[in-house]
């Protein structure tokens, strides 16, 4: 307890780490999230976010006094799970046939909690079940989904996101000399030994109007090398001209794709990672690309590198403090757009010193 930390006997079992009541807030999350109340989902997800960042330990719910978005659910939670290192709630959960069902389907490419819930509503309990039930119509993205499940469920190294790096500058390049390439998401802001679920890249090109060429441009090129395991396409539907959304959870409008890449072992310098010793020498990666326009490229880079909790906190307070707008795509105060170059330019213009993208890990 801070200064008053020798109250705690010394025979105390086992600390509780930081990392098990993160864990704990967001097993609640989830299943709110499973629930579909969003309210409840987003309090847990927070009070998660917020002790995830403290550089102290909790021993007792005093060193947590004064911190923001602990609302009283996750403060009992806290309190259980720092008197007898358990939670009630959590343990019922975890236990909860529902519960560990939709985590399951959902962990699935292409299937959200509204699939998960039609499928254990339809009495689906396994992936074989879903795979035998009659009448049960995969789209093409749960297909591959299932398909590559092995693979895209295993975490990415640095190592492959170096190696993937490397395939779709080759890839820019052969499109066109002139386009910028950005590690984004994820791998932008893990600075240690993080692994990642995805690899994120954006991608554009100075040439004015030319940056959805370059993405279907890319997208034609590894399919000609036989690399495109699944695509998705999204057109852009960006307008220049619109204010930016006060509804966060919505997608952006710049062209994008999600993808599912081929990547051959030999390419990663130790191997790759966990997929040793099954002989294939190659495993299926999901990689996202975005393609802004230029002059859009910092908003983009700024709202794709995430975290979406750290994307959450700012917008809001670019709303609340700042009376500004901000999203992917723009930063507006009032009805005056503010343009930038680089992620600063849109710190300062918010008033805010820089945050590193390793410090955006909320
Ligand atoms: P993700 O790749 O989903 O998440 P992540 O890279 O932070 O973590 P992980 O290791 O699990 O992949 O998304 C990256 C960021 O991009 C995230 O902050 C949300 C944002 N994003 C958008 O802004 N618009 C979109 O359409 C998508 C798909 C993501
Ligand atoms: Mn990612
Ligand atoms: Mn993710
Ligand atoms: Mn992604």
New binding site residues.
Partial sequence: CGNLGDLCPAWWPERISLTHLCDALEVLAESYEFKEIPGRCLAFRRASSVLKSLPWAVRCLRDTEGLPCLGEHSKAVMEEILQSGHSFEVEKTLSDEKYQTLKLFTSVFGVGPKTAEKWYRGGLRSFSDVLAAPGIHLNRMQQSGFLHYGDISRAVSKAEARALGNLIDEAVRAVTPDAVLAL????R?YRGKE????V?FIVTTREPGKEEKLLTGIIERLKQQGLLLYCEYNASTFDMVKLPSHQFEA??HFA?C?LIVRLEGGRVEGGLHGAEGDGRGWRAVRV?L?SPPMDRYAFALL??????Q??RDLRRFARAERRMLLD?HTLYDKTKFLAATTEKDIFAHLGLEYIEPWQRNA
């Fill in positions: 984004t998401g994820g791998f802001r692994f990642g679920h995805d994120d997608m952006d994008k999600f996202d975005v709202g794709w590198t995430g975290s979406r750290f994307e992917n």
